[in-house]
Every structure is written in structure tokens, then in C-alpha cells.
């Protein structure tokens, strides 16, 4: 074979190869034959955490499909919530990667007595909230914590939502909220994960463990620490304290993407009501307030927003 013939032969066969590559891509993305989309590393970690989480979840004594986790952090606290919410995920989505829904989100604790969204800093938004540090002291007393907003909703099968401050009130510091979630196979369903965090010097959690210690000794988390003659027994003390600020805030997200069926004009009310009949379920950890003094302050509050400049 001469040289010139040998070159039109391995140029013919280097061309063939090309164009049967092309054809087979074009036959896999045609209609009736999607390509098979995988999730991404951070999807696949959080399916992961289900997958391992679906027995514990399943019976959980939560009465509903729902896990609180905590530790003691090299100087801080962490609480964390695993919960299967009934929700489809772009739902989800729509609801908490729109910054302005955070404050109606936050201001359902019912330790949040003012929030607003504001510029951050880098021209990045942030929420300012005004915190008091019992429900029934005066919003004139109230520290403000800045937190940076952070909302990542780029893959389409995670969403991140994350919430900082560096500085905060009372000796603590590096406050952090962090919302993921991911679809699941099952239609209309989202696993979601919601983690709480701080720092604290030594002086602030020698008077938090003074308080648990007798004022607040009553007080429980979620976690079973054994069995006593009247049913469980739960974690006390600095993890209880964080688990129970943990659920709090994860039901201020529950009960904003609860109302979201509901008109316009009920949704503040119905996020209210859902908020409060939901910390009712856990009256040893949650319950502080009746009711109606929940749902007077709450509804000041939102007035106090309205006519804010």
C-alpha cells in the first residue's frame, strides 16, 4: 500500500471512529432515551447520611420521622436535626434559597423579637436579628446579631443554606446555622438537615453550666440517656440546652414551608400556629408559654416589622 493510500485509509478509519461517537451521544440524548443523571458529591453524601439514617428515623420517638443529634465541640456546642420532610424538594427550594424569607423563617423563635434582611458584608445579604434572652424580657433589651445569609441552590438535586456570624453576644462567638437538603426517590419527599453551632469562652460556659446546674436543672434535651421509673431519661446540661435551640430553629423552617399552600394573607398565622402546635408535641423540652402569649408576641412582632421604615 503506498504511502499516500495508507494516510486516505487511517484518515477514513480515524473519521469513522469519530462519527460513530457522535451518533451514539446523539442516540443516548435523544427523546425517550435521557442520559441517567448522577448526583453530585455533596447530594451523594447527604443520600448517604439517609441511607444509614432510614431504620433510626422510621422509629423514631419523635412521632414522626425526625433525629436530634449533639456535641460538645472543642469550645462550642453543635445540635443537629435529620428530618424527612413531606415536601416535594423543588418546593423546598423555592422556599428557602429566596433571602427574603429568612426572617420570616427566624422571627418564629420565640426568642426573635425583630429581624430584618441587610447588606453584608462584600455587598453579600445578611440578617440582622434582634434577640432577647428570655421571651418574656422587653425587645429594648435585646442583642443584635448580624448573621451573613449564603444560599447555594446551583445543582439541581442540593440545596446549602448557610448562616454566620464571627462575633456574638455573652462571651460567644462563630454562630453558624446550616440548612442541606436533597430530593428523594420517593415522590414529593426531601431529606433535609439542619445544624446549630457556637463558640464560647471559658467565662460564658462556666455561667451557662451555673444555670443548668440549679435554676435551669429542670431543663432536658432530646437525647435518651436511659430509662428512669417514669419513662425516659434525657440528656441535661450544655447538650441539652443546644438540642432544644436546634429544634426551635428547625421548626421555624418547618412550619414556613407547612403555610406555603396557604393564601397569602394566613401564611404568617398559619407559620405561627404550626410553630407553636409543633413545640407543643415535646412539652418537657420545649414549653415555656401558653399559647396565647406565644401567639400575642408573635403577632406584635410582625406589626413592630410593618411599621418599621
Excluded at 462519527?19 to 453530585?40: T, V
Excluded at 419527599?189 to 460564658?204: D, G, I, P, R
Excluded at 402546635?277 to 410593618?306: C, G, I
Amino acid at each position: 500500500m503506498g504511502s499516500q493510500r495508507f494516510e486516505d485509509f487511517i484518515g477514513f478509519r480515524c473519521w469513522r471512529r469519530h462519527l460513530a461517537f457522535i451518533l451514539s451521544f446523539l442516540l443516548l440524548s435523544a427523546p425517550g432515551m435521557p442520559l441517567q443523571a448522577q448526583p453530585g458529591p455533596r447530594a451523594e453524601g447527604l443520600l448517604a447520611r439517609y441511607a444509614a439514617m432510614q431504620a433510626p428515623l422510621a422509629a423514631s420517638p419523635m412521632g414522626r420521622p425526625l433525629l436530634v443529634q449533639s456535641e460538645e465541640l472543642d469550645g462550642g456546642l453543635q445540635g443537629e436535626v435529620f428530618a424527612l420532610i413531606d415536601q416535594p424538594f423543588a418546593q423546598v427550594v423555592q422556599a428557602l434559597s429566596k433571602p427574603g424569607n429568612w426572617c420570616d423563617m427566624l422571627l418564629l423563635h420565640v426568642n426573635n423579637r425583630r429581624c430584618r434582611l441587610v447588606e453584608g458584608e462584600g455587598g453579600g445579604k445578611a440578617v440582622e436579628l434582634a434577640v432577647v434572652r428570655r421571651y418574656d424580657m422587653a425587645v429594648e433589651s435585646a442583642f443584635i446579631l448580624q448573621m451573613a445569609l449564603r444560599i447555594d441552590a446551583s445543582a439541581p438535586d442540593y440545596l446549602l443554606v448557610e448562616l454566620g456570624s464571627e462575633n456574638g453576644p455573652l462571651g460567644t462567638s462563630q454562630h453558624r446555622v446550616q440548612v442541606e437538603a436533597v430530593p428523594l426517590p420517593s415522590a414529593g419527599k426531601t431529606f433535609l438537615h439542619f445544624s446549630y453551632s457556637y463558640q464560647h469562652n471559658t467565662l460564658a460556659r462556666l455561667a451557662s453550666q451555673a444555670y443548668l446546674a440549679t435554676f435551669g436543672r429542670h431543663k432536658v434535651g432530646f437525647t435518651e440517656t436511659g430509662q428512669g421509673a417514669n419513662g425516659p431519661e434525657y440528656i441535661r446540661g450544655l447538650r441539652g440546652l443546644v438540642e432544644r435551640n436546634a429544634v426551635r430553629y428547625f421548626l421555624t423552617v418547618d412550619a414556613f414551608l407547612d403555610a406555603m399552600d396557604a393564601p397569602p394573607a394566613q401564611r404568617a398565622e398559619r407559620r405561627a400556629a404550626y410553630w407553636y402546635a409543633a413545640s407543643e408535641r415535646y412539652p418537657r423540652q420545649l414549653m415555656e408559654f401558653d399559647r396565647a402569649t406565644y401567639m400575642a408576641l408573635k403577632r406584635s412582632d410582625r406589626a413592630r416589622a410593618q411599621a418599621a421604615p
